[in-house]
């Protein structure tokens, strides 16, 4: 039921964000949905996120080089099961660089203790295409931790819609057999000129055992 109200959305959504007559530039350029980009947003900029209707996210740049974050779930119950936050600081601007560069750290607290990351991004392209790389150290209050690979890209195929592809492993969180290979994720992004939203499909990569998990992501930007 909650798959089928979030594609409606979409059904709705979509030509809406495609109602444009000109080309305008897609504002999530910080991340493509979970990989973020070594890009940041100008300073004073504002965004909200929701991903499954569920997590939610606000961001502030207090900088053009610095951005900030802070998160946290829909509060279904009343009460908060867990808070994040994190940070983005941009080293090189891609636009001025062939590479673009920036160190992100991130954050989650709940009753119980702590789990996040610490890294690394470079990203090659443009706000029309691009690939990106992330390399981060995880840290686990409970359990070991390790380093956390996410590859990420878009391509621009319309004036408001955008291709997008993920790859991440996240073995070092959690206990998998010898046939895992982490996750892909792969989908659709149309946008306006302060609204985006994000329908991919992802996918574990395990050997005789193939299903998706419709994934949905929603930013309004001011």
């Not at 530039?25 to 300073?43: K, R, V």
């Not at 900030?68 to 601007?93: N, Q």
């Not at 878009?154 to 996750?183: C, H, P, Q, V």
Request: aromatic share 12%; charged share 15%.
């Amino acid at each position: 039921m909650k798959s089928l109200a979030l594609i409606c959305l979409l059904i709705v959504a979509g030509p809406l964000l495609n109602n444009c007559s000109a080309q305008v530039e897609d504002p999530d350029i910080n991340s493509i949905m979970f990989c973020p980009t070594p890009q940041t947003l100008p300073a004073g900029s504002q965004y909200f996120r929701d991903i499954e209707l569920f997590f939610l996210n606000y961001g502030y740049s207090i900088s053009d080089d610095t951005n900030i974050s802070i998160g946290t779930h829909f509060p279904i119950t009343g009460e908060l099961a867990f808070v994040s936050a994190g940070f983005k600081h941009r080293i090189l601007d891609r636009d001025e660089h062939q590479l673009g560069l920036a160190l992100f750290a991130n954050g989650t607290f709940y009753d119980d203790g702590s789990f996040g990351v610490f890294g690394v991004i470079a990203g090659n392209g443009d706000n029309d295409r691009s690939l990106n790389l992330s390399i981060s150290q995880g840290y686990n209050e409970h359990s070991d931790s390790g380093i956390i690979v996410m590859l990420g890209g878009d391509k621009r195929i319309g004036d408001s819609t955008k291709l997008i592809a993920e790859y991440f492993n996240t073995t070092a969180f959690m206990e998998f057999d010898n046939d895992f290979y982490g996750f892909s994720n792969i989908g659709v992004r149309w946008f306006g000129e302060t609204m985006a939203v994000s329908l991919t499909a992802m996918t574990p990569l395990q050997d005789d055992n193939f299903f998706s998990l419709p994934m949905v992501a929603i930013s309004k930007h001011w």
